[in-house]
């Protein structure tokens, strides 16, 4: 079975299954979404108007048994940054959608008559496209539940909540995972992409194909590269124990410790806060009330960095409760309790909410007088009653940080492309400054993930206070991670890939083994380089330059306690990013 490309018209409601361009074979993930928004998309359309395009593509190694290869990678023109955006998430759907045959999923265009929304329904060679009026206004835990009645429950969803109808520019699409709970398509907007053509929603048939895997060429190379692989994750000590013990939010006394955890609106990198939301105090939780401390958020993940987080009666309240979203609301809103960040975060799955935009968003928004540090119920409340609703105050929450920065005249604002600047402070963990500042994406940490070597000493050691040897790291660091976001592997493989040293050989192993192909690790790393260079292109087509790849302004004259560092970086050193 050969894959194939389905494309969605919006405009005409039609669709048609095309074959895989010679150019487009060798790719998948991140590497074919950005290569087709960069072919496909005019740079400098309107993302919310009919040239945008959603491209969704599963990894190389998704939908076979390789560990961690179930990310599902989402492309189009950004409605927050103006670029170009890739987003992977875990879920259900890489591996549907690569054991169909879909190499890509493109919707294009968009409905003349926009008074009601569409469901899409892939099916093997068949789309249909029907009208949804009765899941308008509903959200995405309705609609959600809505599909599991109609098909068969192995079926892949994706939806939008109110804010995506709304093309808030704070909205994810969210993706079921495989216990039936939501993961998100994160950052840059997309849910208002999917509002802005008019979709509610997005299923992919698992009834009607044959389940076994997808297709492999030479099956013992792959088991044996894989057996590798999968044990390079199980010895890494990040991978094998702190993200399974822990979850994320391992990092929360570990980033405060070393001064770089965002706190009140980035006013310090020490939080007197963190014992109430750690990771520690979180897996107490778990136990105590018969939650569960690992869970995969897709089948074939051995590291299980997510969880499922109970109330104090016992009863389930959220699951994939990240670091992110305990930092932004703990740490940077300085909410205490940690079972009420819980509480935002089911609401915010349900509505479909980007964690690190909102929570930054409402971050700043008490620096415009709207909300106090430490009030979760007004959080709650402005979310559950404002935002959710569309209300003037909704709209405004709803624009994310750099809008709400701009509507209240404050200086203080952290973006980086108009995008959120995510829990690693860039002052105190320069390399990863470095990361938000350069990459594509607007400020995003898993574009190179430069805490790593910073903070965790994983591929040796650079210091996260001085900026020597930082903009070669996140180079080295993004060129991997575009490599590897375009085989569906998850980014803590990143751990093993930097410490163990048969664990890259292992990964270039099983593509080769799928594909019949022979490439090598140089071969690996010039693909990543080609991708971020095409990503970088579009930008400066779309009208971004230089002067978009910089800190926010008040980071290079505000010393951040407890370190007292500030962003000394000149133009010149992170323009050099791009010099290869
Ligand atoms: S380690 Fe975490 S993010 Fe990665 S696949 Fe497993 S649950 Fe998902």
Redesign the pocket.
């Known amino acids: 079975m050969s894959d194939k490309i389905y494309r969605v018209n919006m405009s005409n409601l039609s669709f048609k299954i095309e074959d895989v361009p010679q150019d487009w074979m060798g790719l998948g993930g991140r590497g074919l979404t950005s290569t087709i928004v960069a072919a496909e998309v005019d740079p400098e359309c309107h993302p919310l108007g009919p040239n945008n395009k959603m491209v969704f593509a599963p990894g190389l190694l998704s939908g076979t048994s390789a560990a961690?290869s179930?990310?599902n990678s989402l492309g189009a023109k950004s409605p927050l940054t103006g670029g170009i955006k890739e987003s992977n998430v875990?879920g259900t759907i890489a591996g549907v959608m690569a054991k169909l045959g879909v190499k890509a999923l493109i919707i294009e265009g968009m409905p003349e008559d926009d008074s009601t929304f569409y469901h899409i329904h892939v099916t093997k060679e068949h789309i249909e496209i029907e009208r949804v009026p009765e899941l308008v206004g509903k959200d995405n835990y309705f609609v959600l539940d809505s599909m599991l009645e109609k098909y068969d429950k192995k079926v892949a969803v994706m939806s939008i909540g109110r804010p995506g109808e709304m093309k808030m520019l704070i909205s994810n699409i969210s993706v079921k995972d495989p216990k039936g709970k939501l993961r998100s398509h994160g950052r840059g907007g997309l849910g208002a992409v999917m509002g802005s053509k008019k979709i509610k929603c997005i299923t992919v048939d698992a009834e009607k194909f044959n389940e076994a895997s997808a297709s492999i060429v030479d099956m013992e190379k792959f088991k044996a590269a894989s057996k590798v692989f999968t044990k390079a994750l199980k010895d890494n000590p990040i991978?094998g124990e702190g993200?399974p013990a822990f979850g994320?939010n391992v990092l929360v006394n570990i980033i405060n410790e070393a001064g770089g955890l965002p706190t009140r609106n980035f006013r310090s990198g020490y939080s007197d806060n963190a014992e109430n939301i750690c990771g520690e105090t979180m897996a107490e939780n778990i136990k105590a009330r018969g939650g569960s401390t690992t869970?995969?958020?897709?089948a074939g993940?051995?590291?299980?960095?997510?969880q499922t987080y109970n109330d104090k009666e016992g009863k389930y309240l959220t699951s994939g409760f990240e670091y992110e979203m305990i930092w932004a609301f703990g740490a940077n809103l300085g909410i205490r309790d940690l079972d009420q960040i819980a509480k935002i975060d089911a609401l915010m799955d349900d509505l479909g909410l980007d964690a690190i935009e909102t929570g930054v968003t409402l971050g700043l928004a008490v620096d415009a007088g709207l909300i106090e540090f430490g009030d979760g119920d007004r959080a709650y409340e402005i979310l559950k009653y404002e935002v959710s609703k569309g209300t003037h105050l909704g709209r405004i929450i709803g624009s994310g940080a750099g809008n709400l920065g701009k509507l209240y005249g404050l200086v203080r604002v952290p973006v980086v492309k108009n995008q959120s600047i995510p829990a690693y402070e860039p002052r105190a963990i320069k390399g990863q400054g470095v990361t938000y500042v350069t990459t594509p994406m607007g400020a995003d940490h898993t574009a190179g993930y430069a805490v790593a070597t910073n903070i965790l000493n994983s591929g040796g050691h650079v210091d996260p206070l001085k900026k020597e040897g930082q903009v070669e790291l996140a180079r080295n660091l993004q060129i991997a991670s575009a490599a590897v976001d375009s085989t569906g592997m998850?980014?803590?493989v990143a751990f093993p890939a930097l410490d163990e040293p048969a664990c890259l050989p292992a990964l270039i192993d099983m593509i080769n083994a799928r594909f019949g192909t022979t490439l090598s690790i140089d071969d690996v790393m010039n693909l990543g380089k080609t991708i971020l260079k095409t990503e970088h292109e579009f930008n400066l087509n779309a009208g971004l330059t230089k002067h978009d790849d910089r800190i926010p302004e008040f980071m290079k004259y505000e010393a951040l306690p407890p370190h007292n560092v500030t962003w000394d970086f000149t133009n010149e050193e992170i323009d050099a990013f791009w010099d290869f």
């Open positions: 961690n179930g990310r875990g991978s993200l994320t869970h995969g958020c897709h993940c051995v590291i299980q960095c997510s998850c980014i803590f």
